[in-house]
């Protein structure tokens, strides 16, 4: 069983940066793949971005790319989203997973946290 906790959303102009943070349970999350998704309103939960357990490995959304950084730090159980030069349409609610493999698809991830709020003002 893993919880997951997000924190660090909140209102943010266009172009300027915010770092998510997703703190994680369990003595097992080095064994685990880190996603991050996002839901905007009256929109389907998007892939933004996943990581492998040992952190070499990363892939991200065609929409982000080059602008967020995924990254972990597994001594402190915790995974980041860097999102660096934010866009009013990155507004959405954003939701950290697990999985036990290097999936994109909402469907493969086993556990969720509870969101964070992001709102990006242009």
């Known amino acids: 069983q893993v919880q997951l906790v997000e924190s660090g959303g909140g209102l943010v102009q266009a172009g300027d940066s915010l770092r998510l943070s997703c703190a994680a349970s369990?003595?097992?999350?080095?064994?685990?793949?880190m996603g991050w998704f996002r839901q905007a309103p009256g929109k389907e939960r998007e892939f933004v971005a996943v990581?492998?357990?040992?952190?070499?490995?990363?892939y991200y959304a065609d929409s982000v790319k080059g602008r967020f950084t995924i990254s972990r730090d597994n001594a402190k159980n915790t995974v980041y989203l860097q999102m660096s030069s934010p866009k009013p349409e990155d507004t959405a609610v954003y939701y950290c997973?697990?999985?036990?493999?290097?999936?994109?698809?909402?469907?493969?991830?086993?556990?969720w946290g509870q969101g964070t709020q992001v709102t990006v003002s242009s």
């Open positions: 369990g003595r097992t999350f080095s064994s685990y793949n």
């Open positions: 990581i492998k357990g040992r952190g070499a490995t990363t």
């Open positions: 997973a697990a999985a036990t493999y290097f999936r994109t698809v909402a469907g493969s991830y086993d556990y």
